[in-house]
């Protein structure tokens, strides 16, 4: 026999076996005006996933997820500037007209088309060009001597010298280069070739052309300026 004992609808019943032919039911209060709430772990800054609702966070919890959103927010930060540092340096480095690899890139382009070079080194798909030796074999990539300074009106000079190498003879190049005030370009002073055994090459030289231009006049069978 199933004896129930008449009750609220919110009031939950539990059955219980009184004897191998009777069941009872007797009603209970502990669910009545709330459902039951599961249980759950407490938040911290190692374990949120953000699935709880900030509402249903306690202060302590509350004050784990933004130690964890701050934490993140910094990496990000952190991230950014990084990648802005190296984009920076890979610029002024590489890809400015004022860098130290276009200024090799374009002297060396200089040597290759110039003929008197290619006559003291071989042809011009064959000149190499590379920066100070070094004692590691392995390395493939050499440093590049260079330094600028200023002058007395405020001038950067660029001085610059690299190894070339061909099937005739090796040499080493040097560059100086002044920069223009009005344009900020770098403009030849001079670029010259040595090669050992053989006068110096002058493929730019700037102090030669004005003096050519300077005008003059002769007397006495002399030219003056």
């Known amino acids: 026999m199933l004896l129930l004992k008449p009750s609220h609808a919110a009031w939950a019943y539990q059955v219980r076996l009184c004897s191998p032919t009777l069941v009872c039911a007797y009603a209970t209060q502990s669910g009545l005006g709330r459902a039951?709430?599961?249980?759950r772990k407490q938040i911290?800054?190692?374990n949120d996933d953000g699935r709880v609702?900030?509402?249903?966070?306690?202060?302590?919890?509350?004050a784990a997820r933004t130690t964890q959103k701050t934490f993140?927010?910094?990496?990000?930060?952190?991230?950014?500037i990084m990648t802005g540092g190296v984009?920076?340096?890979?610029y002024t480095d590489v890809f400015a007209?004022?860098?130290?690899?276009?200024i090799f890139n374009r002297a060396v382009d200089e040597v290759r088309?110039?003929?008197r070079a290619q006559e003291a080194l071989g042809p011009?798909?064959?000149?190499?060009?590379f920066g100070e030796p070094t004692w590691n074999k392995w390395a493939r990539s050499r440093p590049i001597a260079s330094s600028v300074r200023k002058d007395g009106n405020g001038r950067e000079h660029l001085l610059m010298h690299f190894n070339v190498d061909g099937p005739l003879n090796s040499g080493v190049v040097n560059v100086h280069m002044i920069k223009n005030l009005e344009t900020s370009e770098y403009e030849y002073k001079y670029l010259t070739l040595d090669v050992k055994g053989q006068a110096t090459i002058y493929l730019k030289n700037t102090d030669a052309v004005k003096k050519a231009k300077t005008p003059g006049f002769r007397l006495f069978g002399a030219q003056w300026r």
């Open 72 to 80: 993140h927010l910094g990496i990000i930060l952190t991230g950014f």
């Open 36 to 39: 039951p709430i599961a249980s």
């Open 124 to 129: 011009a798909n064959k000149i190499r060009a």
């Open 97 to 102: 007209t004022d860098s130290r690899t276009s």
């Open 87 to 90: 984009a920076y340096l890979l």
């Open 113 to 115: 088309a110039s003929r």
């Open 44 to 46: 911290t800054v190692a």
């Open 53 to 62: 609702n900030w509402k249903d966070l306690s202060t302590r919890e509350k």
